[in-house]
């Protein structure tokens, strides 16, 4: 074992002796010992007995942590490094980068053997076959399915990261399509709607009839259930070529479901639009954040509406086949449906009162979507990391595939049957995931993306402001105020790596660890500390302004107004729509207040003229008067 032994002199004082040597090697678990040990020698190399009474630890705890044969546990580290005088956050940060990447390399050795059996999909979708592991959101969906039968168009929305897609994959697609298996609760599965999507598919599926079972969870085929056809689509940037190769794998074209619908309504059925098939069309934004043809979108809304409303023409046209509805669920993130909404007056007024909008799930929720999966693979999970999942994720708005990825990852580091929290903290816990896909994403940006990046993620991560209850808060920040024609398309590519989260107009990071877990970033908010300082009171500044519909009075002048155009323009402080707007009219203010003095100091200088040659003629008048006298 590396410790460092000490024996007994003849005088009786204890003499300690070397280390064992690190074993050969440049692996991450060698050099992070060795830089332990490094600290340790700037600390006048104390005997470990001397570390254990400072570190409150014993003392062969802390040299095998030093010893670079396996990773001691973050308290061990933190505790090793106070005691030597070391900065405890900065090897925080150090654990818990090399926990994950150990964690990674050892995932990697067990995916083969863990293939088809993971009770978590990781960052990957969950699609309608994995309705046996999806849990936690059946009554949202119950209200999913209930609003579809009563309605041909439903608009489901919610912030990026809600949980959407996964509602409406694994939980409604399931449901209809008979999908659930014997157990798949159609629910709110910790990966709400992460990774890639399909294209155009569909499947056979059953209609909402029946009671569920509670025991089989949402998303279960519901005994007696009649089979309709179900397409699922994403619009890309071509959206009237997804909609026609998904009417196409629908069967429309050769009415396949005309008899089912016949016969329900010539059976006097009132709820005959249970047997009309089912098109959802997923991540309904990209018709704005993708499609770039303003006609293709239009045409592809009118054709939603026609199938809606049976109204559709040929599939060549702008709707579907001749006369023949389907149930149309449009899944579209709430920072883009207003947007649709009020482009398209049709749509609007065919999903009025249809509109579902999915929240971030409930504890309970939570709780079921972790623990249901690990019981139906056999496995348990510990109470203490319960419950640092569920408070870590219940207050962050786009978690939820952060959770999954994190969960997957914890299993794969199980304790026999157990997914412990020591097993999440060697993972790198949502820190380690965090700085990985944060720092990733950036190394793949170009050099213009790369200054856009900054200019967002400072502004999103600056300190936080106090809010209720004494807690402290990062406050959403307004899309306006990103008025880079290049930040728009940054900003997806963010929320695709779910580090952002859109909500309507407002931008805000997914975890409110990102600005600690990531070096980069705490080393921009470190460096412009005091630029933060000014850019959020030049912010405030701005809002207050407008808010007091511009009120000239609160405008900068002066010296003030000077010292914050300078930084401006040397880049140190951003201006965004509203403090641009701010600017520009404290500029013109500034001009107005200069022209205004001039005016008045050439008034005055008028006056003192004419008041000088009053003078002087009437001086002249006294002179002339004595000459005659």
Same mark, same amino acid.
């Given at each position: 074992?590396?410790?460092?032994?000490?024996?007994?002199?003849?005088?009786?004082?204890?003499?300690?002796?070397?280390?064992?040597?690190?074993?050969?090697?440049?692996?991450?678990?060698?050099?992070?010992?060795?830089?332990?040990?490094?600290?340790?020698?700037?600390?006048?190399?104390?005997?470990?007995?001397?570390?254990?009474?400072?570190?409150?630890?014993?003392?062969?705890?802390?040299?095998?942590?030093?010893?670079?044969?396996?990773?001691?546990?973050?308290?061990?580290?933190?505790?090793?490094?106070?005691?030597?005088?070391?900065?405890?956050?900065?090897?925080?940060?150090?654990?818990?980068?090399?926990?994950?990447?150990?964690?990674?390399?050892?995932?990697?050795?067990?995916?083969?053997?863990?293939?088809?059996?993971?009770?978590?999909?990781?960052?990957?979708?969950?699609?309608?076959?994995?309705?046996?592991?999806?849990?936690?959101?059946?009554?949202?969906?119950?209200?999913?399915?209930?609003?579809?039968?009563?309605?041909?168009?439903?608009?489901?929305?919610?912030?990026?990261?809600?949980?959407?897609?996964?509602?409406?994959?694994?939980?409604?697609?399931?449901?209809?399509?008979?999908?659930?298996?014997?157990?798949?609760?159609?629910?709110?599965?910790?990966?709400?709607?992460?990774?890639?999507?399909?294209?155009?598919?569909?499947?056979?599926?059953?209609?909402?009839?029946?009671?569920?079972?509670?025991?089989?969870?949402?998303?279960?085929?519901?005994?007696?259930?009649?089979?309709?056809?179900?397409?699922?689509?994403?619009?890309?940037?071509?959206?009237?070529?997804?909609?026609?190769?998904?009417?196409?794998?629908?069967?429309?074209?050769?009415?396949?479901?005309?008899?089912?619908?016949?016969?329900?309504?010539?059976?006097?059925?009132?709820?005959?639009?249970?047997?009309?098939?089912?098109?959802?069309?997923?991540?309904?934004?990209?018709?704005?954040?993708?499609?770039?043809?303003?006609?293709?979108?239009?045409?592809?809304?009118?054709?939603?509406?026609?199938?809606?409303?049976?109204?559709?023409?040929?599939?060549?046209?702008?709707?579907?086949?001749?006369?023949?509805?389907?149930?149309?669920?449009?899944?579209?993130?709430?920072?883009?449906?207003?947007?649709?909404?009020?482009?398209?007056?049709?749509?609007?007024?065919?999903?009025?009162?249809?509109?579902?909008?999915?929240?971030?799930?409930?504890?309970?929720?939570?709780?079921?979507?972790?623990?249901?999966?690990?019981?139906?693979?056999?496995?348990?999970?510990?109470?203490?990391?319960?419950?640092?999942?569920?408070?870590?994720?219940?207050?962050?708005?786009?978690?939820?595939?952060?959770?999954?990825?994190?969960?997957?990852?914890?299993?794969?580091?199980?304790?026999?049957?157990?997914?412990?929290?020591?097993?999440?903290?060697?993972?790198?816990?949502?820190?380690?995931?965090?700085?990985?896909?944060?720092?990733?994403?950036?190394?793949?940006?170009?050099?213009?993306?790369?200054?856009?990046?900054?200019?967002?993620?400072?502004?999103?991560?600056?300190?936080?402001?106090? !809010? $209720?209850?004494? @807690?402290? +808060? %990062?406050?959403? /920040?307004?899309? *306006? #105020?990103?008025?880079?024609? &290049? =930040?728009?398309?940054?900003?997806?590519?963010?929320?695709?790596?779910?580090?952002?989260?859109?909500?309507?107009?407002?931008?805000?990071?997914?975890?409110?660890?990102?600005?600690?877990?990531?070096?980069?970033?705490?080393?921009?908010?470190?460096?412009?500390?005091?630029?933060?300082?000014?850019?959020?009171?030049?912010?405030?500044?701005?809002?207050?302004?407008?808010?007091?519909?511009?009120?000239?009075?609160?405008?900068?002048? !002066? $010296?003030?107004? @000077?010292? +914050? %155009?300078?930084? /401006?323009?040397? *880049? #140190?402080?951003?201006?965004? &729509? =509203?403090?641009?707007?701010?600017?520009?009219?404290?500029?013109?203010?500034?001009?107005?207040?200069?022209?205004?003095?001039?005016?008045?100091?050439?008034?005055?200088?008028?006056?003192?003229?004419?008041?000088?040659?009053?003078?002087?003629?009437?001086?002249?008048?006294?002179?002339?008067?004595?000459?005659?006298?």
């Amino acid at each position: 074992m590396d410790r460092k032994v000490t024996t007994s002199t003849e005088k009786g004082a204890a003499v300690p002796r070397r280390e064992s040597p690190l074993d050969q090697g440049d692996g991450p678990l060698l050099r992070f010992a060795g830089d332990l040990r490094a600290l340790r020698e700037r600390a006048g190399t104390p005997p470990y007995r001397q570390l254990a009474l400072r570190a409150h630890c014993s003392a062969a705890s802390l040299s095998v942590a030093a010893g670079g044969r396996r990773l001691p546990s973050l308290a061990v580290t933190l505790a090793y490094v106070q005691a030597c005088g070391g900065d405890v956050r900065e090897w925080q940060h150090r654990w818990q980068l090399l926990a994950a990447e150990l964690a990674a390399d050892t995932a990697a050795r067990r995916r083969a053997q863990d293939a088809g059996c993971a009770p978590y999909p990781g960052a990957a979708a969950y699609e309608a076959a994995d309705a046996e592991r999806f849990y936690g959101r059946e009554a949202v969906l119950d209200r999913l399915v209930g609003l579809l039968g009563e309605r041909s168009l439903v608009m489901v929305t919610g912030p990026s990261g809600v949980g959407k897609s996964s509602l409406v994959r694994a939980g409604l697609l399931a449901r209809m399509g008979g999908l659930g298996g014997s157990g798949g609760p159609g629910g709110a599965g910790p990966n709400a709607g992460a990774g890639p999507r399909s294209g155009a598919g569909a499947r056979t599926g059953a209609g909402p009839r029946g009671a569920r079972d509670p025991r089989r969870g949402a998303g279960a085929a519901r005994p007696g259930a009649r089979a309709v056809p179900v397409a699922l689509l994403t619009p890309g940037e071509r959206p009237m070529e997804a909609y026609a190769l998904a009417l196409a794998r629908l069967g429309q074209r050769a009415g396949e479901t005309r008899g089912v619908r016949a016969g329900l309504q010539a059976a006097g059925c009132e709820r005959a639009r249970a047997a009309d098939p089912v098109l959802v069309v997923d991540q309904g934004e990209e018709l704005r954040t993708r499609c770039r043809d303003a006609r293709e979108r239009a045409r592809f809304l009118d054709a939603l509406v026609a199938a809606a409303e049976g109204t559709g023409r040929k599939a060549g046209g702008a709707g579907g086949a001749d006369g023949l509805r389907c149930r149309v669920v449009l899944v579209v993130r709430s920072d883009q449906g207003d947007a649709l909404r009020a482009e398209h007056p049709a749509l609007a007024e065919a999903c009025r009162g249809a509109v579902l909008t999915v929240g971030a799930p409930a504890p309970d929720e939570l709780r079921r979507a972790i623990t249901e999966p690990a019981l139906r693979a056999g496995c348990t999970v510990e109470g203490a990391l319960l419950a640092v999942l569920i408070s870590a994720v219940a207050q962050q708005p786009g978690a939820l595939p952060l959770l999954s990825a994190a969960l997957l990852e914890t299993w794969r580091r199980r304790s026999g049957n157990a997914l412990t929290l020591a097993g999440f903290q060697a993972t790198g816990g949502f820190e380690g995931a965090l700085a990985r896909t944060a720092e990733a994403l950036f190394d793949g940006l170009g050099a213009a993306d790369r200054e856009r990046a900054r200019a967002v993620f400072v502004r999103l991560g600056g300190e936080p402001a106090p !809010g $209720a209850g004494g @807690d402290s +808060v %990062r406050k959403p /920040v307004r899309r *306006g #105020e990103f008025d880079d024609p &290049g =930040v728009p398309a940054l900003l997806e590519r963010l929320v695709r790596a779910r580090l952002v989260v859109l909500d309507r107009d407002t931008v805000e990071l997914s975890h409110h660890a990102l600005p600690q877990a990531w070096p980069r970033l705490r080393d921009w908010l470190a460096e412009g500390r005091e630029a933060l300082g000014e850019q959020r009171r030049l912010t405030a500044a701005a809002r207050s302004w407008a808010a007091a519909d511009k009120d000239p009075e609160l405008l900068y002048r !002066g $010296a003030r107004l @000077d010292h +914050v %155009r300078r930084r /401006v323009a040397a *880049g #140190e402080l951003a201006s965004g &729509g =509203v403090e641009r707007a701010f600017l520009s009219a404290a500029v013109r203010a500034a001009a107005d207040d200069r022209r205004r003095v001039r005016r008045q100091s050439l008034a005055l200088a008028g006056l003192a003229a004419a008041g000088g040659a009053l003078l002087t003629l009437a001086g002249g008048h006294r002179i002339r008067r004595g000459w005659r006298d």
